[in-house]
C-alpha cells in the first residue's frame, strides 16, 4: 500500500509538471499572437480637470446644486479673465508630474528615463516637475542610476519637487535628495541612510551530504563571500570594506545635494516619519502630493506624464515573479 501511494504522489507530480509545462507554452503562444502591436508610448493627460471636478462633486454636496453652480459659473468667469491675460501677457506655469514606484531593482527607471527625456524638450525654467515617489530602496548602481535621471532636471535648471506619501529610505532617499525640495506626509519613512548585504551560505549542507561545489576565479577578491563555498575571514573583512566605500559615496551625495544635513547624526541607517525628518533637515516640508496639486491647480496647469514600456510575456512573468520575492 505504501509503495503504491509513492508512486501515485510521484505521478501525480509528474502530471502536474506537464500541466505546468502546457499552461505556460500557452501562455507564451496567446501572449504573441494577441498582443504583436503593443508598442512603448508615452501619455499626457492634463489633470486640472480631474482636479475641479472632484472638488465641484464635494461642494455640490456640501453646499447644494444651487450654489454650487453658482460658484461654477464664478469660476469659469474668474478663468477666462485670466486667460485672456495670460495670453497678452505671458503663458500659466505648468507643472509635469511624474510617478515612480520603485522595487528592489528600480525597474521603473526606463520609464523614468523617457519622461524626463520629454519633459527637458519642452521645459522652461519658470515651469516645474513635480515626482511622486514610492520607494524602499535596493541595488546600489540601479537606484544610483534613478536619481542620475532626476539631476537631469537639476543641471538644467529645472525646479524639481520630490513628493513623499508613504516612504523614500534608502535607494529612494538617494533619489529624493535630487529634488530641489523634497515634501513628505507626516507619517511616511525617511532616511535609512545605510548599506545592506545580506545572503545565506549552504556550504555546511553541502559538506554533510557529500556535494561539492568548485568555484574558479582569477583575481583575488574577484568572489569575496559565496552562497555555496566555504567563507573566509579574508573574504568578510574585504566584504565589510567594500560596504563601508559605497556608504561613503552614499553620504558624500547626500551631503553634496543636502547641505544642511548632519552626516553624522542621520547616517546610522535608521529611518523616521515625517515630523522627525523635517527636523533633521532630510525633507523640507509636511504634506502630500494631494495638497501640492490641489494648491497648485489654482495658478498653473498640471499634466500627468507616463511612459508604458511594452515588455514582452517571459519579461512580464520574470518582473511579477521577482515582485513576490522581495516583497
Not at 112 to 131: G, H, M, N, Q
Not at 144 to 155: I, K, M, T, V, Y
Not at 171 to 200: H, T, W
Not at 234 to 257: N, P, S, W, Y
Amino acid at each position: 500500500m505504501q509503495s503504491f501511494l509513492s508512486e501515485y504522489g510521484i505521478f501525480l507530480l509528474e502530471l502536474l509538471t506537464v500541466a505546468i509545462i502546457v499552461v505556460v507554452g500557452f501562455l507564451i503562444v496567446f501572449s504573441a499572437a494577441r498582443k504583436p502591436h503593443e508598442q512603448s508610448h508615452l501619455t499626457v493627460e492634463h489633470i486640472n480637470k480631474s482636479v475641479e471636478q472632484r472638488t465641484d462633486a464635494i461642494r455640490r454636496t456640501i453646499l447644494g446644486r444651487r450654489d454650487s453652480r453658482k460658484l461654477v459659473r464664478e469660476r469659469k468667469k474668474e478663468e477666462k479673465q485670466s486667460k485672456k491675460k495670460d495670453e497678452s501677457e505671458s503663458r500659466r506655469k505648468r507643472i509635469f508630474v511624474l510617478d515612480f514606484k520603485g522595487d528592489i531593482r528600480a525597474t521603473a527607471t526606463a520609464s523614468l528615463r523617457e519622461e524626463i527625456s520629454a519633459v527637458l524638450e519642452i521645459a522652461e525654467k519658470d515651469d516645474e516637475v513635480l515626482v511622486r515617489l514610492e520607494n524602499a530602496g535596493g541595488a546600489v548602481h540601479d537606484h544610483g542610476l534613478a536619481a542620475s535621471q532626476l539631476l537631469r532636471l537639476r543641471a538644467r535648471g529645472i525646479p524639481l519637487t520630490i513628493a513623499v506619501d508613504k516612504v523614500a529610505a534608502s535607494g529612494g532617499y538617494l533619489m529624493a535628495c535630487a529634488a530641489d525640495k523634497i515634501i513628505a506626509a507626516p507619517f511616511a519613512v525617511i532616511g535609512s541612510i545605510g548599506v545592506l548585504l545580506q545572503m545565506p551560505n549552504f556550504h555546511r549542507l553541502l559538506d554533510e551530504k557529500g556535494i561539492d561545489f568548485e568555484q574558479i576565479t582569477a583575481g583575488r577578491f574577484k568572489r569575496t563571500l559565496t552562497v555555496f563555498g566555504e567563507n573566509t575571514d579574508e573574504g568578510r573583512e574585504k566584504m565589510k570594506e567594500e560596504l563601508a566605500e559605497v556608504h561613503d559615496l552614499f553620504q558624500t551625495r547626500i551631503k553634496e545635494l543636502r547641505p544642511a544635513v548632519d552626516m553624522e547624526l542621520v547616517a546610522t541607517g535608521e529611518h523616521w516619519y515625517g515630523s522627525r525628518a523635517l527636523e533633521l533637515n532630510l525633507i523640507d516640508e509636511i504634506g502630500t502630493s494631494d495638497d501640492f496639486l490641489l494648491g497648485a491647480a489654482e495658478t498653473a496647469d498640471l499634466f500627468k506624464l507616463s511612459f508604458k514600456r511594452h515588455m514582452k510575456f517571459i519579461e512580464r512573468m520574470l518582473h511579477g515573479v521577482e515582485g513576490l520575492l522581495y516583497r
